[in-house]
């Protein structure tokens, strides 16, 4: 099966400490990944994709066809990255989630 | 613009009943895409509609089905419920290439509950 794996449920960390969500895929095709953000009370929204590699809010997430992962990461998290992240794959016409990583940042 | 709508925001119903599930895209986005989105199972695919036409399908049951107006709205629909199908179902449309891209534009979601 054609999967999208974010090993961590939930991450936990202090503000000002780096941050990586895991997201791994497999995939047999060329994969276009992308990160998803789910802020309280807000609607599921579009965070970054690979193809456009570049920074949002501070995220980046490099697409590593070796090690077939597309881990988000900012080095230094701040209290309203608290959020639920989700990382999907696409390119056959339709959108396959992970299980998402809840980010907690605390003060 | 207005964002995806979806009516009913909750709803509670009994197993064996069956509930139909409405979205209204962004104007002008013709595709549009149903999840199920459960805090064990994250968001699972269950279809998506373009032009009236179903194009993809994801591993539910036949009691899940769905159907798309020619305004591009869309309903979706659980026959004979079962307390597993509680969950909050979102809808999200996109722009005719969007699927591909992966700019999903979603809705709040229906939160159904079966007792």
């Known amino acids: 099966a054609q999967r999208v794996t974010q090993p961590e449920k939930l991450l936990s960390v202090f503000k000002g400490a780096p941050v990586e969500l895991k997201c791994n895929y497999s995939?047999?095709?060329?994969?276009?990944l992308f990160w998803y953000v789910q802020y309280s009370r807000q609607r599921l929204q579009l965070l970054l994709r690979?193809?456009s590699r570049e920074s949002i809010k501070g995220f980046t997430a490099d697409l590593n066809k070796g090690e077939t992962s597309f881990h988000l990461k900012k080095p230094f998290a701040q209290e309203e990255d608290s959020a639920m992240y989700y990382c999907?794959?696409?390119?056959?016409?339709?959108?396959?989630f992970g299980t998402g990583t809840r980010l907690q940042v605390f003060p | 613009k207005a964002g995806v709508t979806q009516t009913p925001r909750y709803l509670i119903k009994t197993r064996g009943q069956q509930v139909t599930l409405s979205c209204s895209p962004i104007?002008?986005?013709?595709?549009v895409s149903w999840y199920q989105q459960t805090p064990g199972q994250g968001l699972q695919f269950l279809f998506e509609?373009?032009?009236?036409?179903?194009?993809n399908k994801g591993n539910f049951p036949g009691r899940f089905s769905g159907r798309q107006f020619s305004n591009s709205r869309s309903e979706m629909n659980v026959s004979t419920l079962e307390l597993g199908d509680s969950a909050l179902y979102l809808c999200?449309?996109?722009?005719?290439?969007?699927?591909?891209?992966?700019?999903?534009?979603f809705g709040e979601g229906s939160r159904l509950t079966v007792l």
């Open positions: 999200a449309s996109s722009s005719p290439a969007g699927v591909d891209t992966g700019e999903l534009f």
């Open positions: 995939y047999s095709g060329s994969p276009e």
């Open positions: 690979h193809i």
């Open positions: 999907a794959r696409g390119g056959t016409d339709k959108l396959i």
């Open positions: 104007s002008g986005h013709r595709s």
């Open positions: 509609y373009f032009s009236e036409t179903q194009r």
